[in-house]
């Protein structure tokens, strides 16, 4: 399977007031880089952009129609300059310049995930994953959010400081 293996990771797209919540407990400030792996549709994309106000929101996602769809609503919002789509695999788009990660995937592609957060992201950069859990990660925050029906959970991970060796 290697490390490239992506498992169907069905689309359920995460409802727009848990979609506000995730990135207001991640504290997403102007100027800072939103990444959503498995973009979907693009939700957190355009209100990354358009109601928080960051920098650039970057989607990385599989699926062609999905690319296609994301491209087309781009143009129409005219955010050429604050959003991006691309096309291809989580696992390889580089994350250095991420400030905020979001997820909505399957635990055990999280748990596949973090090995590459761990050494890709930056510290203070911070990881929201909607209703699942990095595993061996411990959450800065937990928060739960009634809406389409039922409770959402939303986990903050927070990247933290580089320990500097201490010497006696």
Not at 31 to 58: H, Q, S, T, Y
Not at 132 to 156: A, C, M, N, Q
Request: charged share 30%; hydrophobic share 35%; aromatic share 10%.
């Amino acid at each position: 399977m290697g490390g490239n293996y992506i498992p169907e990771v069905p689309f359920v797209p995460t409802p727009e007031n848990v979609v506000r919540k995730m990135l207001k407990l991640a504290d997403l400030k102007e100027k800072e880089v939103l990444v959503d792996l498995g973009a979907g549709d693009g939700r957190i994309l355009f209100i990354g952009a358009l109601e928080f106000n960051a920098g650039k929101c970057i989607g990385v996602e599989i699926r062609n129609d999905f690319v296609k769809n994301i491209e087309e609503k781009i143009k129409k919002y005219n955010l050429e300059n604050k959003v991006q789509i691309v096309h291809g695999n989580l696992f390889e788009y580089p994350l250095k310049e991420a400030n905020v990660v979001t997820l909505y995937l399957l635990t055990s592609v999280n748990e596949k995930l973090r090995s590459k957060l761990e050494k890709e992201l930056r510290p203070g950069s911070r990881v929201v994953s909607h209703d699942f859990e990095i595993p061996g990660w411990i959450p800065t925050k937990v928060e739960e959010i009634y809406d389409s029906g039922r409770t959402h959970k939303i986990y903050l991970y927070t990247i933290p400081p580089v320990k500097k060796p201490y010497y006696f």
